[in-house]
């Protein structure tokens, strides 16, 4: 059973395009990561969200944390290249605070 | 302190053998963690330790794995009589134990078995 569940799974889209990734879950978590992670390397930290509603922007990505503390979105405007890669969510558990789940990811793929 | 380091990187090994991966977490963190991950999944959670005490391993993914971290720094992860389904990459990651607990993950140890 996977906690937490991402769509789209994967995604292709032309540099330029913009582009939202779901994060969802029928549970409640204290806080909630997005990470994104190169083939053979392992996951890198983009944006912590803690507060439900929350909206958070680091250059053309915006991450927002749902209401309920249930569910996020990433939104990528105008990607680039270098946006490629697997992005994953994972939500630290309300109790106990000692575990993090992992979504199921969406492969993002921008074509020059 | 330039973040979490695992070694080795790669590590191919014939089935049955047995096989130890290390960790070192960012120095200022009490909490380390370790993760599995196949292809084109996330991270599945394995354990965790705060300090010198592991105090999450029931999903270790059987008693062929375990894990140590002695003094509190590094973490050492070991797998006995290696199968072909334990060949994914091992992530470890680290993090401080209040706050955000955010994760920072090492480069990962990929396993191959043969």
């Given at each position: 059973t996977q906690l937490l569940e991402q769509s789209p799974q994967f995604l292709s889209i032309q540099e330029g395009e913009n582009l939202t990734v779901y994060c969802n879950s029928s549970s409640v978590f204290s806080s909630l990561q997005w990470y994104r992670q190169e083939p053979g390397e392992g996951p890198v930290l983009l944006v912590t969200v803690v507060t439900g509603g929350e909206v958070k922007k680091l250059k053309r990505l915006t991450f927002q944390f749902g209401d309920a503390r249930k569910d996020s979105s990433l939104h990528i405007t105008a990607a680039q290249p270098g946006d490629t890669g697997l992005y994953l969510c994972a939500g630290a558990g309300r109790l106990p605070k000692n575990q993090f789940y992992f979504g199921t990811g969406t492969s993002l793929t921008v074509i020059p | 302190d330039t973040g979490v380091s695992q070694d080795p990187r790669h590590k191919i090994t014939k089935r049955g053998q047995n096989v130890t991966f290390r960790c070192d977490p960012?120095?200022?963190?009490n909490r380390l963690y370790w993760y599995r991950q196949t292809l084109g999944q996330g991270p599945e959670f394995l354990t965790y330790f705060q300090n010198e005490a592991?105090?999450?391993?029931?999903?270790?993914?059987?008693?062929?794995f375990s894990a140590e971290r002695p003094k509190g720094s590094f973490s050492t992860l070991e797998i006995q009589?290696?199968?072909?389904?334990?060949?994914a990459m091992y992530l470890c990651a680290s993090s401080f134990s209040?706050?955000?607990y955010e994760q920072y993950f090492g480069p990962g140890t990929r396993l191959t078995v043969t």
């Open positions: - | 960012i120095s200022e963190h592991q105090l999450e391993k029931s999903r270790l993914l059987s008693d062929r009589r290696t199968e072909q389904g334990d060949s209040q706050g955000t």
